[in-house]
């Protein structure tokens, strides 16, 4: 069985991300990145082949966070009722 991703945790608001995706680009392209950089830290953190450095990957999950952060910050304002999020 396989476990699921961590980082994922915008899975149940997938609606609203793909309706902001549609109407702002700057949320679209931090999303984007979002996505990468958590697969990405997911297939290093899960894969026993290849070791990396502790420093490389404190470095992915703090800049996750901040991709995070600004994410939430554009759900809460869009689910608000505010739609235009800074483009």
Do not use: C
Not at 35 to 64: C, G, H, K, R, Y
Request: no cysteine; glycine share 2%.
């Amino acid at each position: 069985m396989k476990r699921q991703n961590r980082y994922r945790k915008f899975q149940l608001q997938q609606e609203n991300i793909e309706a902001l995706e549609r109407e702002n680009s700057r949320f679209k392209r931090v999303y984007s990145e979002y996505e990468n950089m958590s697969d990405e830290l997911w297939n290093l953190e899960s894969s026993p082949t290849q070791p990396v450095p502790d420093d490389f990957i404190d470095a992915m999950i703090l800049q996750t966070s901040y991709l995070e952060e600004e994410i939430e910050d554009s759900l809460v304002r869009f689910s608000h009722g505010r739609t235009e999020v800074n483009s």
